[in-house]
């Protein structure tokens, strides 16, 4: 469900968790909070699509979970170093070049 609108607060409701006890375990758990965990998780997602799809880069924001595109630009620059279009360039979309992957 990482591409829903999720917050701590509603998944330790899921679990019948107090949201404090919840984050708490998950830092433990996790070595991070469920938040910068679940922006991580939704980057590397974007990453992959940005390498093996045609989609925008507008689609791709939605299909993994930001609602805001400036944001995701942010955090995706901060955690990759390059913007979106730099990395999907520097990657070698292998839909832009089909046939650099036969044989």
């Known amino acids: 469900h990482y591409k829903?609108?999720?917050t701590s607060h509603r998944m330790a409701e899921a679990m019948y968790l107090?949201?404090?006890y919840f984050c708490r375990q998950f830092h433990h758990y996790f070595g991070e909070t469920f938040?910068?965990?679940l922006?991580?998780?939704?980057?590397?997602?974007?990453?992959?699509?940005?390498r093996n799809s045609a989609a925008s880069i507008a689609e791709i924001v939605r299909e993994v979970g930001f609602s805001d595109f400036?944001?995701?630009?942010m955090i995706f620059k901060k955690q990759c170093g390059l913007t979106p279009s730099a990395y999907r360039k520097r990657c070698g979309n292998?839909?832009?070049?089909?046939?650099?992957?036969?044989?």
């Open 4 to 6: 829903d609108a999720i």
């Open 18 to 20: 107090s949201e404090s």
């Open 35 to 37: 938040s910068v965990y």
């Open 39 to 50: 922006t991580t998780y939704r980057v590397e997602k974007a990453k992959a699509l940005l």
């Open 70 to 73: 400036s944001y995701f630009s």
């Open 94 to 103: 292998i839909i832009d070049n089909p046939m650099e992957n036969v044989l």
